[in-house]
């Protein structure tokens, strides 16, 4: 009987300690998170302390600011007691009370909401503009609306002034606009109309397509008769009094305004040419305009001298004897005959303006036309698109195969080609200089 009570105390005693090791166990384990669970809730409070962006816990029922961080107090004014006192309504203007009942029904709704469209006041009065970011949280054990609000006042200032300097440079631009649209006005008027070349040979086209407003590349043409008697070292003679249709395209150094500037110098100088007696041929106004461009653009001595020029393919067409002569700076030109074509290749330097440059006489090209021949000049914007499907140049072998392929069309049929391939090639890449095609068909 005494065994049995020993064994009874004995088993007694070892279910008490077992039951005070595992309540021992649990309370440690508790207490390890409840250090845990204090220690991440100072670092959030830490982290909520030290943000910039002003937060405020504000509850759902009756809009009062149950928690707010020192950003929150400080961007208003008010100590953090002062502003936990407040409501929601209290810290936004009056005249928006229901814009801001509608946005926390709208953040309790939809569970969240970014806007902007609502400021706070400040202690001072003073109205702040302010991005939020709200969303719905538990505090306490019931829903709140967390309001995260950032300041943009700044933001806004200097949003103001990019607006201002926007509209500063919209008018700049437009005003630099207006007087380059006025300059190609001024342009215009110099060049002869495109129309003209159809008097003068009927079966023509003039495709031209300025890179900009105004252009760098031009043409020109007129009728004139020799005035003395000429000959040159190819044999052919020029006799006084021949009338001659003379053609020329015209590629200015640069695009835009200053090769409109160089443009309106060159068509001059080729006016001033195709008066001057003692010039019967396209070599000699190429050696005319050589020498009168460098006089006209270095006059004074104490500026930077201007290197600027221009390439030139320049003929004269006797459509009586169906004679062409021809002379080109840089630029060939290219004579069509059935399926074949023929190139008078140009002389390897430009009209330059440069002073201190070798030039060298140019040299007359004469050609024997025959009934149905195309005469095509050109300056180099069209062979040197950029295009295709892998962004390449169109080239001078594709330019002589698409003439080469419309030779059965019209003359006026050929301009709306040259424009479609054109553009087909160029597609959506801009377009990288002023193009210029002159086509005759004699």
Same mark, same amino acid.
């Given at each position: 009987m005494q065994y049995v009570i020993w064994v009874i105390l004995i088993s007694s005693l070892l279910v008490v300690?077992?039951?005070?090791?595992? /309540?021992?166990?649990?309370?440690?384990?508790?207490?390890?998170? %409840?250090?845990?669970?204090?220690? *991440?809730?100072?670092?959030?409070?830490?982290?909520?302390?030290?943000?910039?962006?002003?937060?405020?816990?504000?509850?759902?029922?009756?809009?009062? /600011?149950?928690?707010?961080?020192?950003?929150?107090?400080?961007? %208003?004014?008010?100590?953090?007691? *002062?502003?936990?006192?407040k409501t929601l309504f209290q810290i936004q203007p009056t005249e928006l009370l229901q814009k801001s009942?509608?946005?926390?029904?709208? /953040?309790?709704?939809?569970?969240?909401?970014?806007y902007k469209d609502i400021p706070f006041v400040s202690k001072t009065g003073e109205l702040i503009p302010v991005e939020c970011s709200a969303k719905v949280a538990p505090f306490a054990g019931r829903p709140a609306i967390v309001i995260y609000a950032r300041d943009i006042t700044e933001r806004l200032k200097l949003e103001k002034e990019i607006q201002n300097q926007k509209q500063i440079i919209e008018v700049k631009n437009k005003d630099i606009t207006d007087s380059i649209e006025y300059s190609k006005r001024i342009q215009r008027s110099v060049f002869i109309e495109k129309e003209e070349l159809k008097q003068l040979a009927p079966d023509s086209f003039l495709f031209f397509k300025p890179r900009d407003i105004v252009s760098g590349d031009f043409y020109w043409f007129t009728k004139m008769k020799t005035g003395n008697d000429a000959s040159y070292p190819d044999g052919s003679i020029v006799k006084a009094g021949s009338e001659y249709l003379l053609i020329a395209a015209v590629d200015c150094t640069g695009h835009g305004v200053p090769g409109a500037f160089m443009s309106i110098i060159g068509n001059t100088l080729l006016n001033q040419a195709a008066k001057n007696p003692d010039v019967n041929s396209p070599a000699d106004a190429l050696n005319y305009l050589n020498v009168e461009i460098k006089k006209t653009l270095n006059q004074k001595t104490d500026t930077v001298p201007i290197r600027d020029g221009m390439d030139i393919s320049l003929c004269a067409i006797n459509l009586k004897d169906m004679k062409l002569s021809f002379a080109g700076a840089n630029n060939p030109l290219y004579i069509i005959r059935g399926k074949a074509i023929i190139?008078?290749?140009?002389?390897?330097?430009?009209?330059?303006?440069?002073?201190?440059?070798?030039s060298y006489p140019f040299t007359n090209q004469t050609f024997d036309l025959q009934k149905g021949d195309s005469v095509y000049l050109f300056t180099d914007g069209y062979a040197d698109q950029f295009g295709g499907p892998k962004g390449k140049k169109f080239l001078y072998k594709r330019f002589k195969d698409t003439l080469l392929d419309m030779q059965d069309n019209t003359m006026e049929e050929q301009k709306g080609i040259l424009y479609y391939a054109f553009e087909s090639w160029k597609g959506k890449l801009e377009q990288v200089d002023d193009?210029?095609?002159?086509?005759?068909?004699?």
């Amino acid at each position: 009987m005494q065994y049995v009570i020993w064994v009874i105390l004995i088993s007694s005693l070892l279910v008490v300690a077992v039951i005070t090791l595992s /309540v021992y166990l649990k309370q440690q384990f508790f207490q390890q998170r %409840l250090t845990i669970i204090e220690s *991440e809730k100072t670092n959030y409070e830490s982290i909520i302390e030290q943000a910039n962006d002003a937060m405020f816990v504000i509850d759902i029922v009756d809009g009062r /600011v149950h928690q707010c961080n020192p950003s929150a107090a400080a961007m %208003l004014g008010y100590t953090r007691p *002062e502003l936990e006192k407040k409501t929601l309504f209290q810290i936004q203007p009056t005249e928006l009370l229901q814009k801001s009942s509608s946005l926390v029904a709208d /953040v309790w709704e939809k569970k969240g909401l970014i806007y902007k469209d609502i400021p706070f006041v400040s202690k001072t009065g003073e109205l702040i503009p302010v991005e939020c970011s709200a969303k719905v949280a538990p505090f306490a054990g019931r829903p709140a609306i967390v309001i995260y609000a950032r300041d943009i006042t700044e933001r806004l200032k200097l949003e103001k002034e990019i607006q201002n300097q926007k509209q500063i440079i919209e008018v700049k631009n437009k005003d630099i606009t207006d007087s380059i649209e006025y300059s190609k006005r001024i342009q215009r008027s110099v060049f002869i109309e495109k129309e003209e070349l159809k008097q003068l040979a009927p079966d023509s086209f003039l495709f031209f397509k300025p890179r900009d407003i105004v252009s760098g590349d031009f043409y020109w043409f007129t009728k004139m008769k020799t005035g003395n008697d000429a000959s040159y070292p190819d044999g052919s003679i020029v006799k006084a009094g021949s009338e001659y249709l003379l053609i020329a395209a015209v590629d200015c150094t640069g695009h835009g305004v200053p090769g409109a500037f160089m443009s309106i110098i060159g068509n001059t100088l080729l006016n001033q040419a195709a008066k001057n007696p003692d010039v019967n041929s396209p070599a000699d106004a190429l050696n005319y305009l050589n020498v009168e461009i460098k006089k006209t653009l270095n006059q004074k001595t104490d500026t930077v001298p201007i290197r600027d020029g221009m390439d030139i393919s320049l003929c004269a067409i006797n459509l009586k004897d169906m004679k062409l002569s021809f002379a080109g700076a840089n630029n060939p030109l290219y004579i069509i005959r059935g399926k074949a074509i023929i190139e008078l290749k140009a002389y390897k330097q430009p009209i330059t303006a440069s002073s201190d440059s070798v030039s060298y006489p140019f040299t007359n090209q004469t050609f024997d036309l025959q009934k149905g021949d195309s005469v095509y000049l050109f300056t180099d914007g069209y062979a040197d698109q950029f295009g295709g499907p892998k962004g390449k140049k169109f080239l001078y072998k594709r330019f002589k195969d698409t003439l080469l392929d419309m030779q059965d069309n019209t003359m006026e049929e050929q301009k709306g080609i040259l424009y479609y391939a054109f553009e087909s090639w160029k597609g959506k890449l801009e377009q990288v200089d002023d193009v210029l095609v002159i086509g005759i068909r004699v």
